[in-house]
């Protein structure tokens, strides 16, 4: 495995080069394809990009609709939309290519050590090369799953106290008023459910790809089928990833007297 560039502050926090250089790529790539499919709108003859991204918007609609009342489902498009396409992207960045530098001394970034001599001369103890990967798909890093986890945590919760106070706090003591560890375990374990099966799905895939990349020449078909899958895979989890915030929210957020 390769060492990442991570710089490492006075106030505690590290941030790893690769990974902000990867967010702000998805960022763009995102905004790119959104501002294309409306570059020329037109009902008459709509480009292929409009076409692209009018199914992408029926899709989420749907899926938002799934899983709460259609007359307040409009609301939540755009964070699907926004959700589904930042994670897809982000999942299948990793995939076409790895950047990869080789070093043979102390490199340094910003005026911080990133690799330092002594762990140089362990990985050469170890029989290994020292070498820095500047690229990757940002979810395969726990920081960014568990921010995005964390946000929907977050925002769920609001909507809730904000939207729906009095059926919010009392689902907290049902059925029973003992229930309530059990429910808060149970909203506690959501965003960290969220953000390690995004990681773990993404993550290994990338270490398979870095396996099978050893096997040189013979690795190539196992490493076209496995990039193949691994597309499916990272549209899976973005969808599963957008379609149980929808659930979380209209749980937290819509109730509906019957």
Request: charged share 15%; aromatic share 12%.
């Amino acid at each position: 495995m390769h060492e990442f560039p991570v710089l490492h502050f006075n106030n505690g926090i590290d941030i790893d080069i690769s990974t902000f250089f990867a967010i702000t790529v998805t960022c763009l790539v995102v905004f790119i394809l959104a501002r294309l499919s409306v570059r020329n709108l037109s009902v008459d003859k709509p480009s292929k990009m409009q076409n692209f991204m009018e199914w992408v918007l029926e899709f989420v609609h749907n899926t938002v609709a799934s899983t709460m009342p259609l007359s307040k489902a409009k609301t939540y498009v755009s964070l699907g939309m926004t959700l589904i396409m930042f994670i897809f992207v982000a999942n299948l960045l990793g995939l076409p290519f790895g950047i990869v530098t080789d070093h043979t001394e102390e490199f340094s970034l910003f005026g911080q050590s990133v690799l330092s001599d002594a762990r140089i001369h362990e990985l050469h103890d170890q029989g290994k090369h020292a070498s820095i990967a500047w690229w990757k798909s940002p979810t395969a890093d726990l920081s960014v799953t568990s921010a995005l986890a964390i946000m929907v945590f977050v925002m769920t919760n609001t909507l809730g106290l904000t939207r729906n106070t009095k059926h919010y706090l009392k689902h907290y003591i049902e059925p029973f008023w003992f229930f309530l560890p059990l429910n808060i375990i149970k909203e506690l374990s959501k965003p960290l459910t969220l953000a390690l099966r995004l990681f773990a799905n993404i993550f290994a895939g990338e270490v398979l790809i870095s396996t099978i990349l050893m096997l040189g020449v013979v690795g190539v078909p196992l490493l076209a089928i496995w990039q193949g899958f691994s597309i499916f895979v990272g549209a899976i989890q973005a969808f599963l990833f957008t379609i149980l915030t929808m659930v979380y929210i209209s749980q937290a957020s819509v109730h509906e007297e019957h």
